[in-house]
């Protein structure tokens, strides 16, 4: 898989953001107030924020093209309950697993 210039920074950005998160959880895709949670909800909501659009109005799959990914590519490395090397509630070790899948992502 090849990803273009526009999904790389996209990418890094991501991991920007996770990295900062103070409630990163990947076992969810949003907190019960709303806020998003896991690698996906914060693609989501970094789709959303770019776009100005509403983080409910945003869907999976847009998200996944957004970010050059295909439907048929097997996700849960990076948006499964276990993804990004079972980040769990760590923004920092999702983010070093995006920038470490992007060095061999090129």
């Not at 107030?33 to 799959?61: Q, S």
């Not at 276990?82 to 920038?99: D, L, P, W």
Request: with cysteine.
């Amino acid at each position: 898989m090849s990803l273009s210039p526009v999904h790389v920074r996209r990418w890094r950005h991501l991991a920007r953001i996770v990295e900062k998160s103070r409630r990163y959880n990947q076992t969810t895709v949003y907190h019960s107030c709303g806020t998003p949670a896991c690698l996906m909800g914060h693609a989501m909501a970094y789709k959303a924020r770019v776009e100005k659009r509403d983080f409910y109005d945003i869907t999976w799959n847009e998200t996944s093209l957004w970010l050059g990914l295909y439907a048929d590519v097997d996700h849960d490395h990076l948006f499964g309950l276990s993804g990004c090397n079972n980040a769990g509630r760590s923004g920092k070790k999702a983010a070093a697993y995006v920038r470490e899948w992007l060095k061999q992502n090129p």
